[in-house]
């Protein structure tokens, strides 16, 4: 397998993700913003954090699946959410955990970020995610 994640001892432990990936092949896979859409442009989950989440994992997975990757080749993942506040990672983690097992989403995830934006292309998006990942 072409990506190794772990977590160096001195790095708080422990968090819902690896701190470090280090891939080794040589075909790289960016997947751009993904969004709670169907293939059809059907928004998916309104007003719902946790139900946002899990549509744009489940594209997410598409487009990997598209490239020939899965999550076990991904090294990067970067979640940008409107109006962040702490009080939200309840239904975050939510979103996640429910679509985990379905999308072959590792436990703990790929080195991660969470970053908090005042709003997205689409005016109901609350989650937007991009991947990278790495083949041989």
Do not use: C
Not at 59 to 80: K, Q
Request: hydrophobic share 45%; proline share 9%; glycine share 8%.
């Amino acid at each position: 397998m072409p990506v190794h994640r772990f977590s160096p001892e001195g790095l708080m432990q422990p968090t819902p993700y690896h701190h470090v990936a280090v891939g080794t092949g040589t075909r790289h896979v960016h997947v751009a913003g993904q969004i709670s859409r169907l293939a059809d442009a059907t928004p998916v989950a309104p007003d719902d954090l946790a139900g946002q989440v899990a549509q744009a994992l489940r594209n997410t997975a598409t487009a990997l699946a598209g490239a020939g990757a899965s999550f076990d080749d991904v090294v990067r993942l970067t979640f940008y959410v409107t109006a962040w506040a702490p009080e939200k990672i309840s239904a975050f983690m939510e979103g996640i955990e429910s679509v985990a097992a379905e999308i072959g989403l590792p436990s703990p995830m790929p080195p991660s970020s969470l970053i908090g934006v005042e709003y997205l292309f689409e005016p109901d998006g609350l989650v937007e995610v991009e991947a990278t990942a790495v083949l041989d």
